[in-house]
Every structure is written in C-alpha cells, then in structure tokens.
C-alpha cells in the first residue's frame, strides 16, 4: 500500500452526448469514421513489448459494406499464444506490486482519454467494425465504457477497504492478491465496452492477461489498445492474440499457471470452455475462476392492464435497436389479447418509420447485422416461419445481402408458445410474439419461465400493482436483470449491475464489486502482538 488512505474520485455516470445537426461531436465523429473507412490500417498483436506481425493476415470490412476493405489484422501460430502467456507470467511481477493507487490511476486516466481526445475514434471505429449507430456506439464504446473504468476503480477501493475485525491483542488484515497465474479474456463482438472490460477489470485488480478479442471487433479493439497504452498500461500486462479460437484457447488451457478465464460470448462456447478446464484440473496450480456473461432469450410479458404504446415502443426499442445483437434484446413476447392488436399495429407503424443502411448516414437507425454467418442463420429462420402453418411474419421479413448484412425488423406472430423462435437465441432483429388469452395471465407467467434454457433480461409491463408483484414472483429465477415498465435492455454501469443465471451465465455482474472479487484471492494476515509463552489453558486447573 501507499502512504495514505487514498480516495479515489466519485464515479459519475459519462453524460451521453446528442450528435444532433449541428453539434461539435457530430462533426468530429463523421470526421473520424471517413478518415477510417478511407483509411487501411495494419493491426499488430500485442506480446509484452512487441507489435507481432505474422504475415498471414485476415482483412477487416464493415458489415454495412461488406466487400470494402479497412485494413489487416495477423494471426497468431501456436508459439506466438505461449509467448503471450510467458510475457503475462513475466509481467506479473512487477504489475501485482505496484501499489493500488497506480493501477488505478492508469484507468482513470484511459477513462478521461476516452471521453477527450480518443471519443470520436472509439465511436467511429465501433460503427464501422460492429455497423452501431453513432447513438449505439457512443452509449457503448464511449459511455458505458468509461463507466466501467471510473466505477470500478470505485469498487476496487471499496473491496480493499473491507477488512475484518481485531480482538484485543491482535491484529487481523486482509489484503486482495492477485491471482497466482495469468488470466484469459474471451470477448465477443457486439460491445466494445466489455471488449475493453474483460481484460481491464482483471489487470485493474494486479493480475495479467492474454486477450483474445473477437474476430468482428478487432478494428475497435486497436483503438483500445491505442488508449490503454497512452494510459500507462505497462509492457505484457494485456498481451493481445488474434486467429483460430480453438488453437488459442487450447494453448492456454494447457498452461500450469492457467488461473482463470473472463468470458462473455455464447453458452455453447462457454459450456465447450468449462468443459474443457475441467479436463485439464490436474493441470493447474490453483482452481481457476470461470466467469461467463452468455446467450439470452430475452422477454417482454405484457399484462391486460398495460399500455399498449408503451409495450409497443419497449418492443420497437428493446428488439431492434442494433439490430436486436444485444445480449439483453427482447425476442420472444407475451401479449394479452385484448391489447395485442394495438401493440402489434403501434410496432409494425414504428417498423415502417425505421430507416436502414449505413451507419455513416446518421439518419439511419437500424444497420447491418455482424456477419454472414449470422445473415444467413436469420434468414433461414424467417423463411420457416414464412412456410410454417403455426407462424405467421406480421411486420418486416426481408433481407439483402448484396452490400451489407441487412435484415428488416420483423415481426414473427406465432400460435405456439414452444415455437422455435420463442426458445432459440438468434442474435438479430427478429421478434416473436405469442398472444394469450386475458384469463391466463398466471398460467402465462409459468410458460414464461418454463420456455427457454435462458434467464438473462425480462420485462414485465403492466399498470396492476398485485399483477407486478405476481409477475415478480413467478419471473424471480427467469432474468439476472428484470425490468418493471421499461424495455429489458441499457443497463447502465452503478445503476444496474449486469449478468443472467441458468443458461446465461455465471451471473458476476459486469460493472460490479461482485465480479471484481472473482480476481483476487484475499490473504487473512493475522498478528499477535504479545505471543502466548505457556501451551496450559486455564480450564487444565
Ligand atoms: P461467440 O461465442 O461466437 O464468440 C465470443 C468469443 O469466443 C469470440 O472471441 C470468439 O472468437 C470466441 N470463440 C468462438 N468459438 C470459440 C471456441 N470454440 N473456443 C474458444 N473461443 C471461441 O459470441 P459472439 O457472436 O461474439 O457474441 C454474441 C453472443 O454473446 C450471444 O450469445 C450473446 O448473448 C452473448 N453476449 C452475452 C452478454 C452477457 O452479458 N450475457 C453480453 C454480450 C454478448
């Protein structure tokens, strides 16, 4: 520890700028995402103090221009993924020293870097790398980003501050260590703030790290390199490995000094993740930490009692914005039938009004979805439910790839609560509504819960009291992040701590002391000041 008992600054919520006609981040942020799409940058890999390049390269292209290329990144061999661990090992000798006050002062400081001089180039390569609005990228890449970075600064003084108690005589301090190790950061295309905040929060808390990020995100991912090293992140404290999933991810579970891995992406990765730590246990110095935010089937159960406009913008906002790839996205949706027609014509006219293409033309608020792997996958599902006798696509149910990954918002209407919309995770604008009868709200309530392996977001809407409170009983094991008249999405860093059971995950809440407690292993120091001289008890006469 320092000299002193440091406060750290009060973490303040990043305010989220408009991008309004007319405004200077406005002109800055179209400035910058030409500069990029024009541009054709080459991105290294990052092992302790080299910049790797392989020569065996992958291009990078924007969802919403597919065939337009905006640079190269390389790909690791197998000897490039043990250098990586071999520099975070190295590394972790001096970082897991350095006093609190220094580790934090280094994300405090890459906090204020992205909300100055680096906001427009996060937010310009978010929207060209992972197709977000200019709105989606600066609540993302910039704001909960920076949030991330000030609130847990905040929680990590708070977890050293809590100490136990000292009988008479004594003496008992904890102090959080380190993992003994190197951790492992997995991070999945959709958020560049979790990108940024899986290796981030575990480097903050004394450990390294080897950080994979996603194949569709790396164009973003340069940019956070770029900050962290202005920030002062030492040399091989986040070494940066890109290429085959599988190879990496093989190289590193095999490691001795494997002491964790901070995941977020999908269940099945995850579950193929545990499954092979657990193979390898014997491996391994110490038991290590699997922390995994996963897939969702995110819902919206609307009650007799609602208001049809208000469910209906919670659809419109909760399912489609970013094309419906947020991990919190409402896809399956119960409406009573005495509302359901209104909801149902309020989110087709929102449909209509919405305008899609290019996230360069800021007027535009729905883009592409991520890749062709996900283009198709959604295509194939509304094509089923096109021929389906049980389904029925009310709004939307088109799609282009010719320039861009485009889906149309859709609307799939199903007389089947089991549909195979209702329970499978696509990760894409499309929404499937089951609508049931008035007088089986309760019973609605159990299919809610009994209707997918997931229990991420939900929401419930209704202007009935004893309705809300029935809704929140029956719902309490369906959602980590449950929403009580408001769409199942944005949860903000400090205000709603993020993370869904069951299938969803492991439910450390990203942006919470809980998660950041996975990173240390407390060591209970215990001193006696007068040291007993004789073994006899008193009891012993
Ligand atoms: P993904 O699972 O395809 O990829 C996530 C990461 O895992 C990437 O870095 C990828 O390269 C890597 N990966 C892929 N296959 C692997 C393998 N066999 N072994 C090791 N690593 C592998 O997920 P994605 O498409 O990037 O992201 C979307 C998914 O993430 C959705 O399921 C979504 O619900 C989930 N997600 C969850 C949260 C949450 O907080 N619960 C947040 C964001 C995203």
């Given at each position: 520890?320092?000299?002193?008992?440091?406060?750290?600054?009060?973490?303040?919520?990043?305010?989220?700028?408009?991008?309004?006609?007319?405004?200077?981040?406005?002109?800055?942020?179209?400035?910058?995402?030409?500069?990029?799409?024009?541009?054709?940058?080459?991105?290294?890999?990052?092992?302790?103090?080299?910049?790797?390049?392989?020569?065996?390269?992958?291009?990078?292209?924007?969802?919403?221009?597919?065939?337009?290329?905006?640079?190269?990144?390389?790909?690791?061999?197998?000897?490039?993924?043990?250098?990586?661990?071999e520099?975070?090992?190295?590394?972790?000798?001096?970082?897991?020293?350095?006093?609190?006050?220094?580790?934090a002062?280094?994300?405090?400081?890459?906090?204020?870097?992205?909300?100055?001089?680096?906001?427009?180039?996060?937010?310009?390569?978010?929207?060209?790398?992972?197709?977000?609005?200019?709105?989606?990228?600066?609540?993302?890449?910039?704001?909960?980003?920076?949030?991330?970075?000030?609130?847990?600064?905040?929680?990590?003084?708070?977890?050293?501050?809590?100490?136990?108690?000292?009988?008479?005589?004594?003496?008992?301090?904890?102090?959080?260590?380190?993992?003994?190790?190197?951790?492992?950061?997995?991070?999945?295309?959709?958020?560049?703030?979790?990108?940024?905040?899986?290796?981030?929060?575990?480097?903050?808390?004394?450990?390294?790290?080897?950080?994979?990020?996603?194949?569709?995100?790396?164009?973003?991912?340069?940019?956070?390199?770029?900050?962290?090293?202005?920030?002062?992140?030492?040399?091989?404290?986040?070494?940066?490995?890109?290429?085959?999933?599988?190879?990496?991810?093989?190289?590193?579970?095999?490691?001795?000094?494997?002491?964790?891995?901070?995941?977020?992406?999908?269940?099945?990765?995850?579950?193929?993740?545990?499954?092979?730590i657990?193979?390898?246990?014997h491996?391994?110095?110490?038991?290590?930490?699997?922390?995994?935010?996963?897939?969702?089937?995110?819902?919206?159960?609307?009650?007799?009692?609602?208001?049809?406009?208000?469910?209906?913008?919670?659809i419109?906002?909760?399912?489609?914005?970013?094309?419906?790839?947020?991990?919190?996205?409402?896809?399956r949706?119960?409406?009573?039938?005495?509302?359901?027609?209104?909801?149902?014509?309020?989110?087709k006219?929102?449909?209509?009004?919405?305008?899609?293409?290019?996230?360069?033309?800021?007027?535009?608020?729905?883009?592409?979805?991520?890749?062709?792997?996900?283009?198709?996958?959604?295509a194939?599902?509304i094509?089923?439910?096109?021929?389906?006798?049980?389904?029925?696509?009310?709004?939307?149910?088109?799609?282009?790839?010719?320039?861009?990954?485009?889906?149309?918002?859709?609307?799939?209407?199903?007389?089947?609560?089991?549909y195979?919309?209702?329970?499978?995770?696509?990760?894409?604008?499309?929404?499937?509504?089951?609508?049931?009868?008035?007088?089986?709200?309760?019973?609605?309530?159990?299919?809610?819960?009994?209707?997918?392996?997931?229990?991420?977001?939900?929401?419930?809407?209704?202007?009935?009291?004893?309705?809300?409170?029935?809704?929140?009983?029956?719902?309490?094991?369906c959602?980590?992040?449950?929403?009580?008249?408001?769409?199942?999405?944005?949860?903000?860093?400090g205000?709603?701590?993020?993370?869904?059971?069951?299938?969803?995950?492991t439910?450390?809440?990203?942006?919470?002391?809980?998660?950041?407690?996975?990173?240390?292993?407390?060591?209970?120091?215990?001193e006696?000041?007068?040291?007993?001289?004789?073994?006899?008890?008193?009891?012993?006469?």
């Amino acid at each position: 520890m320092g000299k002193g008992f440091f406060q750290v600054p009060t973490a303040i919520n990043e305010p989220v700028k408009s991008y309004a006609p007319g405004t200077p981040e406005r002109a800055a942020v179209t400035a910058q995402y030409e500069a990029y799409f024009n541009g054709n940058i080459d991105v290294p890999m990052y092992i302790g103090s080299d910049e790797v390049k392989t020569g065996n390269t992958n291009t990078m292209s924007p969802p919403h221009d597919h065939k337009h290329v905006v640079g190269t990144y390389h790909l690791a061999e197998k000897k490039h993924v043990t250098q990586a661990i071999e520099s975070a090992l190295e590394a972790r000798e001096k970082w897991a020293q350095l006093t609190w006050e220094q580790r934090a002062a280094i994300f405090l400081k890459a906090a204020e870097l992205i909300a100055g001089p680096y906001r427009a180039k996060i937010n310009a390569a978010t929207m060209i790398a992972q197709s977000k609005t200019v709105h989606q990228a600066e609540i993302d890449a910039a704001c909960e980003l920076i949030d991330f970075l000030r609130f847990n600064v905040e929680f990590m003084s708070q977890i050293y501050e809590e100490q136990p108690d000292s009988a008479e005589g004594i003496w008992n301090r904890v102090e959080y260590r380190p993992l003994e190790g190197f951790i492992y950061a997995i991070t999945p295309f959709n958020f560049t703030a979790i990108a940024a905040n899986l290796p981030a929060s575990a480097a903050m808390m004394g450990n390294t790290v080897v950080w994979k990020p996603s194949d569709s995100q790396i164009f973003s991912a340069k940019v956070i390199i770029d900050i962290f090293k202005e920030a002062g992140v030492p040399d091989g404290v986040i070494n940066v490995v890109y290429g085959d999933p599988v190879m990496i991810t093989d190289t590193i579970l095999e490691s001795p000094d494997f002491a964790g891995v901070h995941f977020t992406g999908s269940t099945y990765v995850f579950k193929e993740l545990w499954k092979k730590i657990g193979n390898n246990i014997h491996t391994y110095k110490t038991y290590p930490k699997i922390v995994g935010e996963t897939g969702g089937k995110d819902f919206i159960i609307a009650h007799p009692s609602a208001n049809a406009k208000q469910v209906a913008t919670g659809i419109s906002r909760g399912a489609f914005e970013f094309q419906g790839q947020k991990c919190s996205a409402a896809s399956r949706v119960y409406l009573p039938k005495s509302i359901a027609d209104d909801v149902l014509n309020y989110v087709k006219e929102d449909i209509a009004s919405f305008k899609m293409g290019s996230p360069g033309d800021l007027s535009n608020f729905i883009t592409a979805v991520i890749h062709e792997g996900s283009f198709d996958k959604l295509a194939k599902y509304i094509d089923q439910a096109k021929t389906d006798a049980n389904a029925e696509v009310f709004a939307g149910g088109n799609y282009d790839k010719s320039k861009g990954y485009f889906i149309e918002p859709t609307v799939i209407v199903t007389t089947d609560p089991k549909y195979t919309t209702m329970e499978t995770e696509l990760f894409g604008p499309v929404v499937t509504v089951y609508v049931y009868e008035d007088a089986d709200w309760s019973e609605t309530l159990k299919l809610v819960d009994g209707t997918s392996e997931y229990a991420l977001t939900g929401a419930v809407f209704s202007g009935d009291r004893y309705a809300i409170d029935e809704a929140t009983k029956a719902l309490e094991n369906c959602a980590g992040n449950f929403y009580i008249n408001d769409k199942p999405t944005g949860a903000v860093v400090g205000q709603q701590p993020f993370g869904g059971a069951r299938a969803s995950g492991t439910n450390d809440k990203a942006g919470s002391a809980q998660n950041l407690l996975r990173w240390v292993s407390p060591r209970l120091i215990k001193e006696t000041f007068v040291s007993p001289t004789d073994y006899r008890y008193p009891f012993l006469g």
